[in-house]
């Protein structure tokens, strides 16, 4: 698990935000975001500065780029 601010987050991810390389978002109960690529690898984040609302948030952008969302 990688611990990182929502914006290295964010950068970190921009290249691969599209449907053809990122399977699946989700947010598990502990509240760390997990993204599972295309390839099989899957990485889990712990977002240490901001709050649920902002979490759903992107989670509803990665959802409006054809990226499927768990929720």
């Known amino acids: 698990m990688k611990t ?6 964010m950068q970190e991810l921009t290249p691969w935000l599209d449907k053809d390389h990122i399977r ?3 947010v598990d109960d502990n509240g760390s975001f997990i993204i599972q690529f295309m390839d099989g690898m899957k990485n889990v984040y712990r977002i ?9 948030n992107v989670l509803k952008d990665l959802k ?7 929720e």
């Open 64 to 70: 409006q780029k054809g990226i499927p969302v768990e």
């Open 48 to 56: 240490d500065d901001c709050n649920e609302a902002q979490v759903r």
């Open 24 to 26: 699946m978002a989700t």
């Open 4 to 9: 990182c601010s929502l914006n290295d987050f």
